[in-house]
């Protein structure tokens, strides 16, 4: 069996996720457009909403999109170095650096994101003009912590895990 359905469970809910992150985008770009176009065009009455609108969706897009980019290795890295130690330094390097991750993603953005959304929720907070609980802005901590660790599993899992991550962003591919 080459593909078995965990595997395309599993690629089917990152899809999810990617599409989600479209859509935050585009109710984003939606949101400040509208605000903008409240506050300047004669006849129509500016929008309280937007503002508190946009920092709530950029929250959870930049959040979000962090895993992502997590996922496909688009964030900084110091490959040079790691490329230059030997093969198998190079591999209990990438195992560490993983491991590292994993470790702040579960306990800062999992524990911790998970606690401030339950005690936020707990003394009721609410934004000032939409009226939504705190919480729930919040909890895009706890959420993209479960994605990040995800994806430590992942490239852990994978042979390709391995290799420097440069060069799994090679043009030939």
Not at 143 to 164: D, K, M, N, Q, V
Request: charged share 10%; proline share 5%; hydrophobic share 55%.
């Amino acid at each position: 069996m080459k593909n078995p359905l965990f595997l395309r469970i599993w690629e089917g809910v990152v899809r999810l996720l990617e599409g989600t992150v479209v859509t935050i985008f585009g109710a984003l770009v939606f949101a400040v457009l509208w605000g903008v176009v409240s506050r300047y065009l004669p006849g129509i009455r500016p929008s309280a909403w937007t503002e508190e609108l946009a920092i709530s969706l950029l929250v959870w897009l930049t959040l979000l999109g962090a895993a992502l980019g997590f996922r496909s290795h688009a964030h900084l890295g110091v490959d040079y170095f790691v490329n230059k130690l030997e093969p198998s330094a190079s591999k209990a390097a990438v195992v560490l650096g993983e491991v590292t991750v994993f470790g702040f993603a579960a306990f800062a953005l999992v524990y911790g994101g998970w606690r401030l959304v339950t005690e936020t929720l707990a003394t009721g907070q609410i934004t000032p003009v939409l009226q939504w609980p705190m919480g729930w802005l919040y909890a895009a901590a706890p959420i993209s912590g479960i994605f990040i660790c995800a994806f430590c599993i992942e490239h852990l899992l994978r042979p390709a895990a391995f290799s420097s991550p440069a060069s799994e962003l090679s043009l030939a591919d």
